[in-house]
């Protein structure tokens, strides 16, 4: 599977799932935009991959830095032919009587609206390359919530239902879009909401999971690949659990 000659856009490539999808893309000759909301994270992973990537600093929750991200990443490479939305936001266990509001805003900037905003400036110039595939991350949460991410399970499953309605609304101009839907994973996300935890609200959640671990980077940058791949050209519209069988039962 080959990438030669593709232009992706990667938000949250700083880290996480987006540094492992960004590298992976590369690897397989695509031009790659990191972007992050840190710049300095994005640079770093820019960095590492070479001239193959350029590092963009972008709020995704706004329509403007959004913009801006596509035009620099069209003037860098000349288009854009994949998005992937993995970017986002979640916070420590919280009932929904403590929820603060303005949490609740940039949760939802950063997990749905982004996708919006990505899906609306962005399908144009997928249009232009005759098509392209957009892979959005939302998470198990989207199908299976827990008691204190009700925020966060929301968004996510807000984000798999925009996933297949834009699939169905952009299939005939040749743009399939698919989400995957990882498990707990050990990222910075994840050890950043438990930092105060002595291990066992990790190994808990790794317990419960059929396969015994929590998930990986590598996991999740799998299922994306898969999507991006020559096999999935007739799969659009599909959310992808990335689990380990945690939605199994």
């Known amino acids: 599977m080959s990438h030669q000659g593709k232009v992706a856009i990667v938000t949250g490539g700083g880290g996480g799932f987006g540094?492992?999808?960004?590298?992976?893309?590369?690897?397989k000759g695509a031009k790659v935009a990191v972007v992050d909301i840190v710049a300095e994270n994005a640079e770093r992973v820019a960095s590492e991959i070479g001239a193959a990537a350029i590092a963009l600093e972008a709020d995704i929750g706004k329509a403007g830095p959004v913009k801006q991200v596509i035009a620099d990443t069209v003037e860098a490479f000349g288009g854009v032919d994949i998005i992937i939305n993995n970017a986002g936001l979640s916070y420590p266990p919280v009932k929904v009587v403590n929820m603060d509001e303005d949490l609740y805003d940039r949760v939802f900037d950063a997990n749905v609206k982004s996708i919006f905003h990505f899906t609306k400036y962005g399908v144009p110039e997928l249009d232009k390359r005759g098509g392209g595939a957009i892979v959005n991350i939302a998470s198990t949460?989207?199908?299976?919530?827990?008691?204190?991410?009700?925020?966060?399970?929301?968004?996510?499953?807000?984000?798999?239902?925009?996933?297949?309605?834009?699939?169905?609304?952009?299939?005939?101009?040749?743009?399939?879009?698919?989400?995957?839907?990882?498990?707990?994973?050990?990222?910075?996300?994840?050890?950043?909401?438990?930092?105060?935890?002595?291990?066992?609200?990790i190994a808990a959640m790794e317990a419960g999971i059929p396969l015994g671990r929590l998930g990986q980077p590598k996991d999740i940058a799998a299922g994306v690949m898969f999507f991006l791949s020559d096999e999935a050209e007739f799969i659009t519209g599909v959310a992808l659990p990335v689990d380990g069988g945690w939605t199994a039962g």
Request: hydrophobic share 40%; no cysteine.
């Open 19 to 27: 540094t492992e999808i960004s590298k992976q893309l590369a690897a």
């Open 141 to 201: 949460s989207g199908v299976r919530p827990r008691a204190g991410n009700t925020v966060y399970a929301t968004s996510k499953a807000a984000a798999i239902a925009f996933t297949k309605s834009s699939a169905l609304e952009l299939a005939r101009q040749n743009i399939r879009v698919n989400t995957v839907l990882p498990v707990a994973s050990m990222t910075p996300m994840l050890t950043g909401m438990f930092e105060d935890d002595d291990g066992s609200r």
